[in-house]
């Protein structure tokens, strides 16, 4: 009988560990003690920061525009509030691709045009080393603890305004 509950508890978590990277995520009560928990955690930003606004929603992000900023990006750190993101600012608008190598903060990314439009949003997990990119070339992306374009709606088509 041990062993099947065992067997069972491992076969649902292999369901849970397949989700779809279009599904939305419904907060549990674990998750909000975990994000309550988290948002007493103190947080020093690597970059320069700056406020933006994605469509409605402001928030505040680390300004990754030197090559070596953009290719450490969220790396090696082991949280990230749900008020700051990364903005990864290029120099040519080309179809940028991210990984999740030595990331360990599930992650989402905006990849955004010339315009200042979101042209996709995809989920990444830590550690991946799956290479997500953009369906269009892009010039910006916006990396965000993952949900959070979800959690507001925000879809592709948004627009994203630096703030003045």
Request: hydrophobic share 40%; aromatic share 10%; charged share 25%.
């Amino acid at each position: 009988m041990k062993k099947l509950t065992i067997l069972v508890a491992i076969f649902v978590l292999g369901l849970l560990g397949c989700k779809e990277e279009a599904v939305a995520e419904t907060p549990s009560p674990a998750d909000e003690i975990t994000q309550e928990a988290e948002t007493a955690k103190e947080y020093t930003p690597r970059l320069p920061t700056r406020k933006i606004f994605v469509d409605t929603f402001a928030i505040t992000v680390e300004m990754a525009e030197k090559p070596p900023d953009r290719q450490r990006g969220l790396m090696y750190r082991d949280y990230l509030p749900d008020t700051i993101g990364m903005l990864f600012i290029f120099d040519a608008e080309a179809p940028h691709s991210f990984w999740m190598k030595n990331t360990r903060i599930p992650l989402s990314i905006a990849f955004i045009d010339k315009d200042f439009v979101i042209t996709d949003i995809k989920w990444m997990k830590p550690g991946d080393l799956t290479s997500h990119g953009p369906s269009r070339p892009i010039l910006y992306a916006l990396e965000t603890n993952r949900g959070w374009f979800t959690q507001r709606g925000i879809k592709p088509g948004a627009k994203v305004r630096l703030s003045e």
